[in-house]
């Protein structure tokens, strides 16, 4: 095990330099392209670890998995699917394009920004103070980490430059997808992405949905056993964005990256995994983060398509 992991370790680390780190959040430019690190977790919460796993990046998009189990603990399924599809769109994650063209009642799925943000609208709370301390306290629930916050320089960063996600925004308003303020809705998704992690973290909620809802560390039931069913589901079909269909075929684990460089992953039954690496393709998925975790999958034989 100790070498297969030194190995994993080693290709995530070759592969690096050929990405790029994100831009177009200027604050994510800083990220260390030669970073790379990595946790498998079991679901007794025992860990091996590589690289620069406690090194702590923001979780960006890996946030859509969080607001998306805090709303449906909050409303249900019946009530969050009134207002967001389960449908893979093969678009980039920030696509506009078929809001015009297809004219949708609802975004298509919770993991591209246009569903993430009507999902953070519907968590529970008064007003933005108390809807994102309800995500910071839902995070650290499923982390174990008591000190889980979100970076401002990144979050500030996100908010001067976020121009795509402000037209997403206003265009669902103006076809009335989007319900509320939209300025609150955005000030709120760009403080949920710039929440920080670790790799140890986000290897620790791939653990909990691994284990249908129990934490690995205490053995408590934190989420609904449908609810981890269903986020892994959409995880699969959805969480690396138009890049999910190769992924579900070299890696089969249910996974959701974000531009800060990390990737969560929860292999049913087995493993909690946390990838980090801002070295990113041209889909906006960590280079590192997918090598290794293919080089695993495969070693380990991990692939939810290939039981028994
Ligand atoms: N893919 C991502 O991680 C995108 C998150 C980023 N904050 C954005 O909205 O553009």
């Not at 679901?43 to 998995?65: D, E, H, P, W």
């Not at 990737?263 to 906006?284: E, M, S, W």
Request: charged share 25%.
């Amino acid at each position: 095990m100790e070498d297969l992991l030194n190995k994993a370790y080693e290709e995530g680390t070759k592969v690096a330099a050929s990405g790029n780190v994100a831009s177009y959040i200027p604050e994510l430019e800083k990220g260390n392209p030669e970073d790379v690190g990595f946790v498998l977790m079991d679901l007794k919460g025992n860990y091996k670890a590589r690289g620069q796993y406690l090194k702590s990046f923001t979780l960006q998009s890996i946030t859509k998995v969080i607001t998306l189990l805090l709303a449906l603990e909050d409303i249900g399924e019946e009530e969050v699917f009134k207002h967001v599809h389960m449908e893979p769109t093969g678009d980039p994650f920030n696509s506009i394009m078929s809001f015009e063209v297809k004219n949708p009642e609802k975004p298509f799925n919770p993991m591209i920004n246009a569903g993430a943000m009507v999902v953070t609208s519907l968590i529970r709370g008064e007003g933005k103070k108390e809807k994102i301390e309800r995500i910071l306290k839902f995070t650290s629930l499923l982390t174990g980490n008591k000190e889980t916050h979100y970076d401002r320089t990144v979050y500030e960063s996100e908010k001067a430059t976020g121009n795509r996600n402000r037209s997403l925004a206003y265009f669902m308003k103006s076809t009335g997808i989007m319900k509320g303020d939209p300025e609150e809705i955005l000030d709120l998704y760009f403080m949920q992405c710039s929440i920080l992690g670790t790799c140890k973290d986000i290897a620790t909620i791939g653990a909990v949905l691994a284990a249908n809802g129990i934490h690995p560390v205490t053995g408590e039931r934190v989420i609904r056993k449908e609810n981890a069913r269903i986020v892994k589901t959409i995880m699969t079909t959805c969480g690396m964005y138009d890049a999910s269909g190769e992924f579900a075929v070299s890696c089969g684990v249910p996974a959701k990256s974000g531009v800060g460089g990390g990737i969560l992953g929860a292999v049913p039954g087995r493993y909690g995994i946390g990838t980090f690496g801002p070295a990113l393709d041209a889909k906006g998925n960590s280079i590192a983060g997918i090598r290794m975790m293919e080089y695993l999958s495969r070693k380990l034989e991990l692939s939810i398509f290939q039981i028994g």
